[in-house]
Nanobody, 116 residues
Framework: QVQLVESGGGLVQAGGSLRLSCAAS????????MGWYRQAPGKQRELVAR???????NYADSVKGRFTISRDIAQNTVYLQMRSLKPEDTAVYYC??????????WGRGTQVTVSS
């Protein structure tokens, strides 16, 4: 069974940085892609950043130029480097894995709180 464990969340002041990690129990290469999503209170879960099997990336417009998604295939880990954080980035951040057979897996999430 696939397990995704997020870490690295916390409380940070506006303008600060955090790096989230997502450790997967299996290979992250044999997927259609890995992604980071977030959900703020009262809002729907939204895509933040995604990295495909080939290494291509895409970002939500709201985080372009501030967030960077990367991966370490040998360590089966995906990262989200977040810079210039804003209070509106406050949310629970979830790691997602999409397998070629259509299976979708989620971690439990890590809280990111940005104070003004």
């Amino acid at each position: 069974q696939v397990q995704l464990v997020e870490s690295g969340g916390g409380l940070v002041q506006a303008g600060g940085s955090l790096r989230l990690s997502c450790a997967a129990s299996g290979s992250i290469f044999s997927t259609n892609g890995m992604g980071w999503y977030r959900q703020a209170p009262g809002k729907q879960r939204e895509l933040v950043a995604r990295i495909t099997r080939g290494g291509g990336t895409n970002y939500a417009d709201s985080v372009k130029g501030r967030f960077t998604i990367s991966r370490d295939i040998a360590q089966n880990t995906v990262y989200l480097q977040m810079r210039s954080l804003k209070p509106e980035d406050t949310a629970v951040y979830y790691c997602n894995k999409q397998d070629p057979d259509g299976s979708n897996y989620w971690g439990r999430g890590t809280q990111v709180t940005v104070s003004s």
